[in-house]
Structures are given as structure tokens and as C-alpha cells.
């Protein structure tokens, strides 16, 4: 048997449960058998992993048994609750929840068949303790060790398969793939196709194994030797693993298993599925099985305390109830009453039609009936699944207690006698302690549940309380007579005899004395004879009396009990009822407190101006940089971040220019810079909510933006300025050109050493071009707006082109010291056209005049309609393109070749002349 946890727990609680359940598996298989729930509530399970907001919501594993361990359905239940009394130590049932299902349709591998009806014991529990809602996590880092005992100690005491058992490791491990074998067997059962794959260490292991049976390796050294040999390389070695690589393989390969251990040496091979049988006595096995349990029982007090430290103790509130907890071991209410007497009372219970009424009768015991767990029996108390323990018949004791008073009463006539007829009188009134005892701690609802067990009695069962001296050899009185006469008179007659005629005064007193002590205690004898006589009478009509007596008492306690019970039960109800109360409270008040932290968090992210906040820890403005969208600040270390209102919350963020990953709301402002947890931000930031922050000058109020907008200003915050770059060069553009003042400040590059051209609307920048040798772009999440060269209040010409490349063009073919630029990207959305009829209104209002300088095509016609029906009826419009290219661009660079080859012919006739001359 072994344990083993999923590393899962983070999702819904519809996909660990409906896996365990499901009547298919992953792959559309059937389950044969089907899985079968033994304990708990699968709809109760999900909604509680559902309501958790830990980032771990449930635990899940299985509990796994080999085909040879065969577990009957008394041992699976037995270890359910030794898991869960291991697993959830110091807590009670109502503290925790879990769920239990059983597979037998497992099995993979070469033996797949073989090992069908192999068990599975899968649980799924939440990660919550129930009364205090805080998390529970019963498999911590480090459980292998907390359960390794406890398996350890399942598996020496039942002789099941254990995983540490030298005689079943592998000749290696196989992984993964030993499950893709399982599925694969399933899928071929099932007629459909299996997956398919490569094991390299399949491979690997096969290879060695050849070696291994020529006697060619001898330990693990001669392995490594081997496989370097081969052209693998090991990167890694450890006690019992190898890990290997291989240019072929690509990855890397992990070797477990019985051939890889550093101990292993030829002639000591493990075989795959040998177990070893369990071990029966020797010192060495009594002094593990101590070791393994001191070690569990230290893990369990460890854990026990943990739990009612961090969770607090909860125990049942009535002395009763604990009582009945220790009555009935594991809550099992399965079996009636009378086998509950009969189990605890043995042959003295009045309910066990097992006890003879005549010693000499033979005995014909009734069958247990035991409920099947395999055909999943399960009770009405939530999925409980319960058997009847079979119980060994016990020895009748009042045929012992006959047997022992005949015997003593030949061995010893009078002061053994009374000795036993005290203990007689003991041990009835002990049987009907006991009896009493028991109905009284018997629980509620099995006492509801059954008739008065009275009602079937039988005159031969009443028979059986009839005084037990019946059938002894001799009564009493003849015990007396017989044993005095034949003993102790004859001996004081003879001492008599002989005293008289010696003529011995002082031995005829002595003796004289002891007949008359004899005397007094024959009176004694036959007045105790006449009591017990009276006690157990010996008329039929007499042991009615006394059994209907009984019967009548034993009704009454029974009476009193239901009683007492009922009290308890609706004291349980009220507590139960005053606890889901309180529950409930407690619930609407965490809720209430999370939904006043989330609104004071959001209130620090809303109401608390980040640069003012910013300004308190160094930071400066730079009015310069920042816009109506966006602020700029520095401090004196560099740091240099961008702070704006979101647009979607109004929640104040910031975002360094540094450090893209530096960026969120002014909590995260806090955490990075001064390094405090949540609770200390709260504390530092609540001062801020009611005294705000007053700077030296006063912050301009900031207008929200988008989330795509901030990162279009944050990016742009990175890039450099520049007056040249090889593209513009490689265009035509000199530097004389893109330095001058009409054109400083607009051309930009990033860190990419991409060239830059900002596009800007009334707010700033929404989005920039991108140009390269190699392509050219736009911004993504930027918008379109105008590339616009530097103003003048001299300036009587605006160009508009479509590209700024055509711009800068149009500038260096025909430059004009009062000519405005503008560009637009290309093809005009409705924000440009708002934005180039303001432009269009306000030149034509100092009376500048218009040049369309778009491109030689339909698209570039297109706009040049669009640009007129924009400007003022009014306005000095005129269209100029380019008499042989597509663009301006095209045109400076034919322009910039024509002057070439006119240099070139000039420097050429230069040349001619100088030749001629000499």
C-alpha cells in the first residue's frame, strides 16, 4: 500500500470530483467496475472548494493497494479513519470535510489484465478548517514524512506490499510513461488507437541490460562508464538516480530504479513485482514496528497540537456524548441493539440467543450480517458506509463461575465457600450494573430505531436467570453437612478421643472450644443457606417473578434513557442551530470587512493624488514634459516616472521609464520604494485621506487617459531626440535640413535605433511612426493624430503631406522660412479630420495660404477632396505634386541624382579642359 498526493488544488471543485466519479475516464473509456462513493458529500465538496478565495482550495490523492494486498471492506474502512485521525489530528468530524471514492477498474502496463480490481482509495477535501474558516493544508511540504510512518505501519501489521520493499524496485523507473502504458491498455480494450511514443530510458535500460547479463558491468560505475562510452554525458548522479543527455535526445533524461542506485551490484536484482512476505518475529522487525510507531505517535501529538493552536480545540460539550464517542469507535450505528449487548456483555447479556440455557445443551449461535461494502451499502448519514464486526464468542461464565464453586467446595468445605457465594452475589449485581450502564450510553437515534428488544424474549432465554447453583453438584446444605462431618468433625472428634484418655486437661479446652466455634458456624452456614435460597428461588413461578421484575426495571431504565437522550439531541439541535447562527454572522462579517478594506484601497487609489505623494519622496515635476494627460517626475537618482488618471476607474497610476514592469496604482508605488507589506501601506497612506498632501506648487490637474494611452507616454518618455539618423541620410534628408529650428524637437529615436515621428492631438501625444530600412509601422494601441513641425507667429504657409518623410522633401526642394508642416499617416480617420479643420480654420484666419502636398495618386487625390471640403469657403487652397514621381520623397531623390550627374559632367569637363590646356 502506498500514499500518494496531487500536486493540485488551485482550480474549480467540479474537476478533482467529477474525475473520481465520472463513469468514463479522461479519454471517453468506460470504468469497469464503476467508481464507488464510500464517504461524503460530492456536491457539499464543491461548493465549499468553490467558496474559498485562497489560491489553494482543495487537497487531493489516493490511497494506492497492489493486487496481492486484497484489502477486505473492514480494512478500507478502518483506514479511512486512520487517514483521517492522521491527516486532521486535534480536530473533530464537524471541523474538516472530505470525500472518498474506491476504484478497482485500475490497472496498466503488461499485467494490465492481471491487476484489474486492483483497489484505489481517492479523497478530495477542502482546504478549510469549518469553524474558523482559516486554511487547512494537510499535506505541507514535507508530508512524505508525517505519512511515511503511518503507511509503514498499515503495511507490517496487515503483511501489504511496501514501496521501500527492496524485491520490488525496478530494474528502473519509468515515470510517466508507466502511466501512458495504463492508458494505453485501456484504449486497446476499448478498440481504439493507443499513443504513441518513444521511452528512451526504455531504450537506455535495454541497452545496459545486455551488457549486465555478459557480466561486462559489475555496479553503477561500470554503468557510467558505459553510457559515456556510448556519447552520453551525465550531468547529475545521486544516490539512486543517473541523469543523463545526449545530442539525439534533446533533453534530459532521469534514470531511477534498482540498476541506478550508487548500492547496486551484479547478483543483487530486483524483479518488478516481487513482494516480500511479511515479516512474523525476530528483534530486528519487533524493533522497527517500536521505532515506526514511537516516530507516528510523535508526528501525531506534533500535529495534534499544531491544529488546536492555530484552529483552537473543539470538544463535545456533554460528558455523555463524549462517552458514547469512546461506546462506539468510529460512529458505526450499523448493527441493533442486541448485537450491540451481545459484542460488550458477552454470554451475561439477556439479548444473546447464543447463551445455553442448560449447560449441557449445545449452543446454536445466530449469523452476523454483515453489510456489503463492495456493492457500496451506504447508510443515510452522509455517505457513511458501515459494517457489522463479527464477533468471537465469549465464554459462558456461569458455567465457569459452577465449575469453580464445585471444585472449591471439595477442596475446601466452608471458607472457600462463602468466599465464592460473595463473589456470586459480585458478579450479579456487576451484570446488572453493566446492563444498565450500557442502555444508558446507547445513542438516541439507535434507541428510536429499534422496538423494545423485551418483546421477543422466549421462556427458555428467561430461563437462563435462574440461580446459577441449580446445577451444582451438591446444595448447599449437603456441602455443609457432608464436608463438616467428613472433615473437620472427624478430626476434632479423634484430637478429642485421644486428649480424654491421655488425660489432657489444656488440649480437651482447646478442643472444647473449637466444636463450639464449629457450632457457631454451622448456624452461620444454614442461616446464609436460607437467604441465597430465598435470593434465587427455585419455583418456576418464582423466576418468572424475578425476570418480569427485571424486565419491568430494565424498561423503566430504558424509558429514562430515551429521555435523557432526547434532551440531548435537542440541545445538540439548539447548538447546531446557535453554531450555523453564528457561522452565518461570522460570515457577513468577513464580508463586510473585506468590502471595507477593497473600498478603503480603492479610495487610497482614487482620492490620493500620486505626485503629490511622489513629491513627499524626492520626486520633481518637469512642467516641460508633462501634459494635460500625463505628469513628469524625476528624482535626484534617476528614477523618472509618468504619472495619469485612469480613464476606466479614475484610479491614479504611475509608470517608470526605466523599467516597464515598474507600474501600477500608488500602492505598488509604495511597495517598490519602500519596500512594505500591505498592512504597513495602509497604515502609512490612512494620514493621507483626511490631511492631504500640500505642495510648494500647486500640481496641474490631470485629465483621465486610457491604459493604451499611458503606455503610449511612457514608451515615448524613453526615446532620444535626435538631428540625424542613416535612414533620413539613406532618403535624401541632410542634416542640414532635419536640424533646423522648424524641425528640432520632433524627430525621435528609440532603443531599438528605430526612427521616430510622433503623432499628437490637442491632449499630446496619442501614437507615433515607426521607420526603418527594413519597414515601418505605427505605434500599437496608438491612435493617429498629426505629425506637426515647429510653429512660428511669422508663418503664412502650411503644407500638409502624407508622410513626414514628404514633409521634410518638400522643405529641402523648396525651403520657405515662414512655412508650417504637417502630416498625417496616410489616409484620414474623423479625429484628424477635427484636428486638420482646426489647423485649416486658424491659418486661414491670418491669412496664410494652404498647400495639399499629397501623393501622385487616387488616394492622394482622395485626400486632397477632403482637406478642401474641411477649409473655409474662404481659404487660399492650391494641390502641387511632382511632375515625374509618386511623392516627394521620390522627387528629392531623382533631384539629388540629377545633381550628381550634373556635378559629375561638370567635374568631367573640368577635367577635358585641364588636359587641353597642357
Given at each position: 500500500m502506498l500514499l500518494k498526493f496531487f500536486n493540485r488544488g488551485t482550480g474549480k471543485g467540479k474537476g478533482p470530483v467529477e474525475y473520481i466519479l465520472n463513469a468514463t475516464d479522461t479519454k471517453g473509456i468506460p470504468r469497469e467496475p464503476q467508481p464507488e462513493l464510500l464517504k461524503g458529500n460530492p456536491q457539499q465538496i464543491i461548493t465549499l472548494i468553490d467558496s474559498l478565495d485562497f489560491k489553494h482550495k482543495y487537497t487531493s490523492g489516493v490511497i494506492s493497494f497492489a493486487p496481492t494486498d486484497a484489502p477486505t471492506n473492514e480494512q478500507l474502512e478502518a483506514i479511512i479513519t486512520s487517514f483521517e485521525d492522521t491527516a486532521f489530528a486535534g480536530l473533530e468530524p464537524d471541523q474538516y470535510d472530505i470525500l472518498w471514492v474506491k476504484h478497482t477498474h485500475t490497472g496498466g502496463g503488461a499485467t494490465a489484465l492481471a491487476e484489474r480490481g486492483r483497489v484505489e482509495l481517492h479523497f478530495v477535501t477542502p482546504r478549510v478548517e469549518l469553524t474558523t474558516g482559516k486554511s487547512l493544508n494537510i499535506a505541507p511540504p514535507g508530508a512524505n514524512y508525517y505519512f511515511e510512518p503511518w503507511r509503514d505501519y498499515w503495511n507490517m501489521t496487515h503483511g501489504w506490499a511496501s514501496p521501500n520493499d527492496p524485491q520490488r524496485a525496478r530494474t528502473y523507473y519509468p515515470g510517466y510513461h508507466a502511466l501512458i502504458d495504463a492508458q494505453n491498455c485501456r484504449l486497446e480494450l476499448n478498440g481504439q488507437k493507443p499513443v504513441s511514443r518513444d521511452d528512451a530510458r526504455k531504450l537506455i535500460t535495454n541497452y545496459l541490460t545486455a551488457y549486465i547479463e555478459e557480466g561486462q558491468i559489475q555496479n553503477r560505475n561500470d554503468i557510467v562508464t558505459t553510457l559515456e562510452?556510448?556519447?552520453?554525458?551525465?550531468?547529475?548522479?545521486?544516490?539512486?538516480?543517473?541523469?543523463?543527455?545526449?545530442?539525439?535526445?534533446?533533453?534530459?533524461?532521469?534514470?531511477?530504479?534498482?540498476?541506478?542506485?550508487?548500492?547496486?551490484?551484479?547478483?543483487?536484482?530486483?524483479?518488478?513485482?516481487?513482494?516480500?512476505?511479511?515479516?512474523?518475529?525476530?528483534?530486528?522487525?519487533?524493533?522497527?514496528?517500536?521505532?515506526?510507531?514511537?516516530?507516528?505517535?510523535?508526528?501525531?501529538?506534533?500535529?495534534?497540537?499544531?491544529?488546536?493552536?492555530?484552529?483552537?480545540?473543539?470538544?463535545?460539550?456533554?460528558?455523555?456524548?463524549?462517552?458514547?464517542d469512546g461506546l462506539f469507535p468510529g460512529g458505526d450505528f450499523a448493527c441493533d441493539l442486541s448485537g450491540y449487548l451481545g459484542r460488550q456483555l458477552g454470554d451475561e447479556s439477556i439479548f444473546n440467543e447464543s447463551v445455553q440455557t442448560d449447560s449441557n445443551e449445545p449452543t446454536n449461535p445466530q449469523p452476523t450480517q454483515a453489510e456489503d461494502l463492495g456493492g457500496g451499502t451506504l447508510s443515510k448519514q452522509g455517505g457513511q458506509v458501515h459494517h457489522s464486526t463479527p464477533q468471537q464468542p465469549l465464554p459462558n461464565r456461569l458455567e465457569m463461575q459452577r465449575e469453580a464453586l464445585s471444585q472449591a467446595v471439595d477442596n475446601d468445605p466452608l471458607n472457600r465457600l462463602e468466599t465464592l457465594f460473595k463473589t456470586v452475589d459480585n458478579d450479579l449485581l456487576e451484570r446488572e450494573q453493566t446492563l444498565s450502564k450500557t442502555v444508558d450510553n446507547l445513542p438516541l437515534a439507535r434507541l428510536e430505531s429499534l422496538s423494545n428488544p423485551l418483546d421477543n424474549l422466549s421462556l427458555p432465554r428467561q430461563e437462563t436467570l435462574s440461580n446459577p447453583l441449580d446445577?451444582?453438584?451438591?446444595?448447599?446444605?449437603?456441602?455443609?453437612?457432608?464436608?463438616?462431618?467428613?472433615?473437620?468433625?472427624?478430626?476434632?472428634?479423634?484430637?478429642?478421643?485421644?486428649?480424654?484418655?491421655?488425660?489432657?486437661?489444656?488440649?480437651?479446652?482447646?478442643?472444647?472450644?473449637?466444636?463450639?466455634?464449629?457450632?457457631?458456624?454451622?448456624?452461620?452456614?444454614?442461616?446464609r443457606t436460607t437467604e441465597i435460597n430465598h435470593q434465587f428461588p427455585r419455583t418456576t413461578e418464582q423466576k418468572i417473578g424475578v425476570f418480569n421484575h427485571s424486565t419491568e426495571r430494565i424498561n423503566q431504565e430504558l424509558l429514562r434513557n430515551n429521555q435523557l437522550l432526547q434532551q440531548h439531541t435537542d440541545r445538540l439541535i439548539r447548538e447546531n442551530q446557535q453554531a450555523r447562527e453564528r457561522l452565518s454572522r461570522h460570515h457577513e462579517r468577513l464580508r463586510r470587512i473585506k468590502e471595507q478594506q477593497f473600498r478603503e484601497l480603492d479610495k487610497f487609489k482614487t482620492d490620493i493624488n500620486l505626485a503629490d505623494y511622489a513629491q513627499t519622496l524626492g520626486y520633481e515635476v518637469n512642467k516641460k514634459k508633462s501634459s494635460v494627460n500625463c505628469l513628469v517626475l524625476k528624482d535626484n537618482q534617476g528614477d523618472k516616472i509618468l504619472v495619469g488618471i485612469n480613464q476606466a476607474d479614475g484610479h491614479y497610476f504611475?509608470?517608470?521609464?526605466?523599467?516597464?514592469?515598474?507600474?501600477?496604482?500608488?500602492?505598488?508605488?509604495?511597495?517598490?520604494?519602500?519596500?512594505?507589506?500591505l498592512g504597513e501601506v495602509r497604515k502609512e497612506l490612512r494620514p493621507w485621506l483626511n490631511n492631504p498632501y500640500s505642495p510648494k506648487e500647486a500640481t496641474p490637474k490631470l485629465t483621465p487617459i486610457t491604459q493604451d494611452r499611458q503606455k503610449i507616454l511612457t514608451e515615448f518618455e524613453g526615446f532620444q531626440v535626435i538631428v540625424t539618423h542613416p535612414y533620413l541620410t539613406q532618403r535624401g534628408i541632410t542634416p542640414e535640413t532635419s536640424n533646423l529650428p522648424r524641425f528640432q524637437g520632433i524627430i525621435y529615436m528609440d532603443s531599438r535605433n528605430?526612427?521616430?515621428?510622433?503623432?499628437?492631438?490637442?491632449?499630446?501625444?496619442?501614437?507615433?511612426?515607426?521607420?526603418?530600412?527594413?519597414?515601418?509601422?505605427?505605434?500599437?494601441?496608438?491612435?493617429?493624430g498629426l505629425w506637426c513641425s515647429q510653429g512660428a507667429s511669422t508663418d503664412t504657409k502650411l503644407v500638409i503631406c502624407e508622410s513626414p518623410l514628404d514633409c521634410l522633401s518638400y522643405h529641402q526642394l523648396f525651403p520657405d522660412e515662414t512655412t508650417r508642416y504637417m502630416a498625417t499617416g496616410g489616409t484620414l480617420s474623423e479625429k484628424q479630420k477635427d484636428l486638420l479643420q482646426g489647423a485649416l480654420t486658424k491659418i486661414n484666419d491670418l491669412g496664410g495660404e494652404i498647400i495639399v502636398a499629397t501623393d501622385k495618386d487616387e488616394a492622394g487625390q482622395k485626400m486632397a477632396q477632403e482637406l478642401r471640403n474641411l477649409a473655409p469657403s474662404t481659404a487660399q487652397m492650391s494641390r502641387v505634386v511632382p511632375t515625374h514621381h509618386k511623392d516627394w520623397n521620390e522627387a528629392l531623390m531623382a533631384e539629388i541624382r540629377r545633381q550628381r550627374e550634373q556635378e559629375q559632367e561638370q567635374q568631367q569637363k573640368r577635367s577635358r579642359g585641364r588636359g587641353l590646356s597642357r
Amino acid at each position: 500500500m502506498l500514499l500518494k498526493f496531487f500536486n493540485r488544488g488551485t482550480g474549480k471543485g467540479k474537476g478533482p470530483v467529477e474525475y473520481i466519479l465520472n463513469a468514463t475516464d479522461t479519454k471517453g473509456i468506460p470504468r469497469e467496475p464503476q467508481p464507488e462513493l464510500l464517504k461524503g458529500n460530492p456536491q457539499q465538496i464543491i461548493t465549499l472548494i468553490d467558496s474559498l478565495d485562497f489560491k489553494h482550495k482543495y487537497t487531493s490523492g489516493v490511497i494506492s493497494f497492489a493486487p496481492t494486498d486484497a484489502p477486505t471492506n473492514e480494512q478500507l474502512e478502518a483506514i479511512i479513519t486512520s487517514f483521517e485521525d492522521t491527516a486532521f489530528a486535534g480536530l473533530e468530524p464537524d471541523q474538516y470535510d472530505i470525500l472518498w471514492v474506491k476504484h478497482t477498474h485500475t490497472g496498466g502496463g503488461a499485467t494490465a489484465l492481471a491487476e484489474r480490481g486492483r483497489v484505489e482509495l481517492h479523497f478530495v477535501t477542502p482546504r478549510v478548517e469549518l469553524t474558523t474558516g482559516k486554511s487547512l493544508n494537510i499535506a505541507p511540504p514535507g508530508a512524505n514524512y508525517y505519512f511515511e510512518p503511518w503507511r509503514d505501519y498499515w503495511n507490517m501489521t496487515h503483511g501489504w506490499a511496501s514501496p521501500n520493499d527492496p524485491q520490488r524496485a525496478r530494474t528502473y523507473y519509468p515515470g510517466y510513461h508507466a502511466l501512458i502504458d495504463a492508458q494505453n491498455c485501456r484504449l486497446e480494450l476499448n478498440g481504439q488507437k493507443p499513443v504513441s511514443r518513444d521511452d528512451a530510458r526504455k531504450l537506455i535500460t535495454n541497452y545496459l541490460t545486455a551488457y549486465i547479463e555478459e557480466g561486462q558491468i559489475q555496479n553503477r560505475n561500470d554503468i557510467v562508464t558505459t553510457l559515456e562510452e556510448a556519447g552520453f554525458t551525465i550531468t547529475r548522479q545521486g544516490d539512486n538516480y543517473i541523469t543523463v543527455t545526449h545530442d539525439d535526445l534533446h533533453q534530459r533524461i532521469r534514470l531511477k530504479g534498482g540498476i541506478y542506485s550508487a548500492s547496486w551490484r551484479l547478483g543483487a536484482e530486483f524483479t518488478a513485482e516481487t513482494r516480500t512476505e511479511p515479516k512474523t518475529g525476530g528483534s530486528d522487525c519487533g524493533a522497527e514496528f517500536t521505532t515506526i510507531s514511537d516516530k507516528l505517535a510523535a508526528y501525531l501529538q506534533k500535529r495534534r497540537d499544531f491544529h488546536r493552536q492555530k484552529y483552537g480545540a473543539h470538544y463535545p460539550s456533554s460528558p455523555d456524548l463524549v462517552e458514547m464517542d469512546g461506546l462506539f469507535p468510529g460512529g458505526d450505528f450499523a448493527c441493533d441493539l442486541s448485537g450491540y449487548l451481545g459484542r460488550q456483555l458477552g454470554d451475561e447479556s439477556i439479548f444473546n440467543e447464543s447463551v445455553q440455557t442448560d449447560s449441557n445443551e449445545p449452543t446454536n449461535p445466530q449469523p452476523t450480517q454483515a453489510e456489503d461494502l463492495g456493492g457500496g451499502t451506504l447508510s443515510k448519514q452522509g455517505g457513511q458506509v458501515h459494517h457489522s464486526t463479527p464477533q468471537q464468542p465469549l465464554p459462558n461464565r456461569l458455567e465457569m463461575q459452577r465449575e469453580a464453586l464445585s471444585q472449591a467446595v471439595d477442596n475446601d468445605p466452608l471458607n472457600r465457600l462463602e468466599t465464592l457465594f460473595k463473589t456470586v452475589d459480585n458478579d450479579l449485581l456487576e451484570r446488572e450494573q453493566t446492563l444498565s450502564k450500557t442502555v444508558d450510553n446507547l445513542p438516541l437515534a439507535r434507541l428510536e430505531s429499534l422496538s423494545n428488544p423485551l418483546d421477543n424474549l422466549s421462556l427458555p432465554r428467561q430461563e437462563t436467570l435462574s440461580n446459577p447453583l441449580d446445577n451444582t453438584p451438591l446444595s448447599r446444605q449437603e456441602i455443609l453437612s457432608n464436608s463438616l462431618d467428613n472433615d473437620r468433625w472427624g478430626k476434632q472428634e479423634q484430637a478429642l478421643l485421644n486428649a480424654v484418655n491421655e488425660d489432657d486437661e489444656s488440649t480437651r479446652k482447646r478442643i472444647t472450644r473449637n466444636l463450639q466455634e464449629l457450632c457457631r458456624e454451622l448456624r452461620g452456614g444454614q442461616e446464609r443457606t436460607t437467604e441465597i435460597n430465598h435470593q434465587f428461588p427455585r419455583t418456576t413461578e418464582q423466576k418468572i417473578g424475578v425476570f418480569n421484575h427485571s424486565t419491568e426495571r430494565i424498561n423503566q431504565e430504558l424509558l429514562r434513557n430515551n429521555q435523557l437522550l432526547q434532551q440531548h439531541t435537542d440541545r445538540l439541535i439548539r447548538e447546531n442551530q446557535q453554531a450555523r447562527e453564528r457561522l452565518s454572522r461570522h460570515h457577513e462579517r468577513l464580508r463586510r470587512i473585506k468590502e471595507q478594506q477593497f473600498r478603503e484601497l480603492d479610495k487610497f487609489k482614487t482620492d490620493i493624488n500620486l505626485a503629490d505623494y511622489a513629491q513627499t519622496l524626492g520626486y520633481e515635476v518637469n512642467k516641460k514634459k508633462s501634459s494635460v494627460n500625463c505628469l513628469v517626475l524625476k528624482d535626484n537618482q534617476g528614477d523618472k516616472i509618468l504619472v495619469g488618471i485612469n480613464q476606466a476607474d479614475g484610479h491614479y497610476f504611475y509608470s517608470s521609464v526605466n523599467d516597464d514592469r515598474d507600474k501600477g496604482s500608488i500602492i505598488d508605488f509604495i511597495q517598490k520604494r519602500r519596500n512594505l507589506n500591505l498592512g504597513e501601506v495602509r497604515k502609512e497612506l490612512r494620514p493621507w485621506l483626511n490631511n492631504p498632501y500640500s505642495p510648494k506648487e500647486a500640481t496641474p490637474k490631470l485629465t483621465p487617459i486610457t491604459q493604451d494611452r499611458q503606455k503610449i507616454l511612457t514608451e515615448f518618455e524613453g526615446f532620444q531626440v535626435i538631428v540625424t539618423h542613416p535612414y533620413l541620410t539613406q532618403r535624401g534628408i541632410t542634416p542640414e535640413t532635419s536640424n533646423l529650428p522648424r524641425f528640432q524637437g520632433i524627430i525621435y529615436m528609440d532603443s531599438r535605433n528605430n526612427l521616430i515621428f510622433p503623432h499628437q492631438d490637442r491632449e499630446g501625444v496619442c501614437g507615433y511612426e515607426i521607420r526603418h530600412q527594413a519597414f515601418k509601422g505605427f505605434s500599437s494601441g496608438g491612435t493617429k493624430g498629426l505629425w506637426c513641425s515647429q510653429g512660428a507667429s511669422t508663418d503664412t504657409k502650411l503644407v500638409i503631406c502624407e508622410s513626414p518623410l514628404d514633409c521634410l522633401s518638400y522643405h529641402q526642394l523648396f525651403p520657405d522660412e515662414t512655412t508650417r508642416y504637417m502630416a498625417t499617416g496616410g489616409t484620414l480617420s474623423e479625429k484628424q479630420k477635427d484636428l486638420l479643420q482646426g489647423a485649416l480654420t486658424k491659418i486661414n484666419d491670418l491669412g496664410g495660404e494652404i498647400i495639399v502636398a499629397t501623393d501622385k495618386d487616387e488616394a492622394g487625390q482622395k485626400m486632397a477632396q477632403e482637406l478642401r471640403n474641411l477649409a473655409p469657403s474662404t481659404a487660399q487652397m492650391s494641390r502641387v505634386v511632382p511632375t515625374h514621381h509618386k511623392d516627394w520623397n521620390e522627387a528629392l531623390m531623382a533631384e539629388i541624382r540629377r545633381q550628381r550627374e550634373q556635378e559629375q559632367e561638370q567635374q568631367q569637363k573640368r577635367s577635358r579642359g585641364r588636359g587641353l590646356s597642357r
